[in-house]
Structures are given as structure tokens and as C-alpha cells.
């Protein structure tokens, strides 16, 4: 039987990737995103891959967005927790807005997703829950409380629920990427890029394919005696 994945911020960066990725694995993907309806509405037209918007800051509309998907796809076997933002600043100059902005996002939002398909995959005795952490909720970054907070969250709630699932048939695993080649990254001035490339052991940005296959990996029943675990997939910028 074919199983259904949901992969939220699945239309661009790494994302994008993982969404492509589970489908060529053979997987019915969905990409939830939350405001480019340009980007999301080209990606679905290149893949094929159908996109669904809502925010997952929002415990309601993730409710009614898994309804939708689940509606035209099926029930969600896979869920992948990839929707993050950042609001970056030294905690001194940081406001409430944005340590909010962040945790709603990047923390709460793993439980929004997580929760309305918890029961059904308990029910159907199968489920994969993967979040993208960061390497920096790993180690902590500068000007980054907020988001090294919520990383750093996502993968505590990684482990708890690990548990809970074990005698389910659901996995729980977090995926802490280092520097991935994005849109946002290759942004950045190339002296600083190279600066941050100087740091990692490999010699290179990693490329958001690597993470995808991560994805994939975990999603497969190979992996079912892999769960509460952290993949970190770093160039070896940072050992754990």
C-alpha cells in the first residue's frame, strides 16, 4: 500500500528537496507552506506534487490543513516537521515578538503537526515523525536564543515521544542539518560563506539532497529499530 507523507515548508529549500525526494521513494507527498503562493504554486506545477497553505504556528489551522491533505492523499503515515523561520538578534536587543515569532514556529509548531495525526498512526500501528532540528540547537549560536531554543526543544520532544511511540510501530527521529547550500545561505556574502565553509572539516556547504535522503532513510520501514535518535549531518562542523 502506498503511504502518504506530509512535509511542512516542503516547497522550497530543504523542503523542496525532501518533498521531491519522498515522491521519487514512491511515497503520495504533500507540501504544506505558509506564505509564497508564487513559489509553492510553481513548485506543484513542476512536481506535481500538490501544496496546501496554512501556518503551523497555528494548532487550528494545522487541525483543518491535515484534514485536507488527508482528504485527497490519505492518512499521513510520514509527517516531516521542516517549517522553520528565523528572527535573529543579540538577546539584549531581542524582543518578545521575536522569541515568540520563533518558538511558536519552530517548537510549538512540531506539537501542532504532530498532535492531530498521533491518534491515527497509533490506531493504523505504523508512523514516521521526522523534525528538522539544527545543528545549532546543538551548540547554540550567537544573536540566535530564540532559534537555538526551539532546535534545541525539537529534539527533547524527539526523545519524549520516542518513547510513547516505541510500542506503536511509530519512530520518532530529529535530523540536526549544519550549513545546507540554500537560498538563504548562498545569500550570504561569499566572504562570510567561506568563512563558515573554513569551519567545516569537509570543505563544503552540504547540499539539501543529503538531508532528503536522511528523510527518506528514516521514513522506511529499514528504519524501524531507529527511533529517539539525532542524525547529525553536519560535514563534521560539530561532533556529538
Known amino acids: ?21 519522498l515522491k521519487t521513494a514512491g511515497y503520495s507527498v504533500g507540501a504544506n507552506y505558509a506564505g509564497n503562493d508564487e513559489v509553492a504554486a510553481a513548485f506543484t506545477e513542476e512536481t506535481g506534487i500538490p501544496s496546501f ?44 515578538e521575536q522569541w515568540r515569532e520563533v ?24 508512523g514516521r515523525i521526522i523534525t528538522i532540528s539544527s545543528i545549532n540547537g546543538q551548540k547554540g549560536q550567537f544573536a540566535q536564543a530564540n ?3 526551539a532546535k534545541a526543544g525539537d529534539i527533547g520532544f524527539t526523545k519524549a515521544l520516542a518513547q510513547e511511540g ?7 527521529n530529529a535530523i ?19 568563512q ?11 547540499e539539501a539532497q543529503e538531508i532528503a535522503r536522511c528523510v527518506v532513510f528514516l521514513s522506511s520501514d529499514d528504519a524501524g529499530f531507529i527511533t529517539g535518535s539525532t542524525l547529525t549531518a553536519n560535514g563534521g562542523q560539530y561532533l556529538v
Open 53 to 96: 497553505k496554512w501556518s503551523v504556528a497555528d494548532y487550528d489551522s494545522c487541525v483543518e490543513g491535515i484534514k485536507e491533505v488527508e482528504g485527497k492523499l490519505g492518512p499521513v503515515d510520514v509527517l516531516v516537521n521542516n517549517a522553520g523561520i528565523t528572527r535573529d538578534a543579540p538577546f539584549h536587543k531581542m524582543s518578545p
Open 166 to 172: 516505541a510500542r506503536k510501530g511509530i519512530t520518532v
Open 1 to 21: 500500500m502506498r503511504r502518504t507523507a506530509l512535509v511542512t515548508g516542503g516547497t522550497r529549500g530543504i523542503g523542496r528537496a525532501i518533498s521531491i525526494a
Open 147 to 149: 532559534y537555538s531554543a
Open 103 to 126: 518558538i511558536d514556529t519552530n517548537l510549538s509548531g512540531v506539537f501542532n503537526m504532530t498532535h492531530p495525526v498521533w491518534p491515527g498512526m497509533r490506531e493504523r500501528g505504523f
Open 176 to 194: 540536526c542539518p549544519g550549513y545546507i547550500a540554500t537560498e538563504m545561505v548562498m545569500a550570504v556574502p561569499e566572504d562570510v560563506r567561506n
Open 196 to 206: 563558515i565553509i573554513s569551519t567545516i572539516p569537509v570543505g563544503r556547504l552540504g
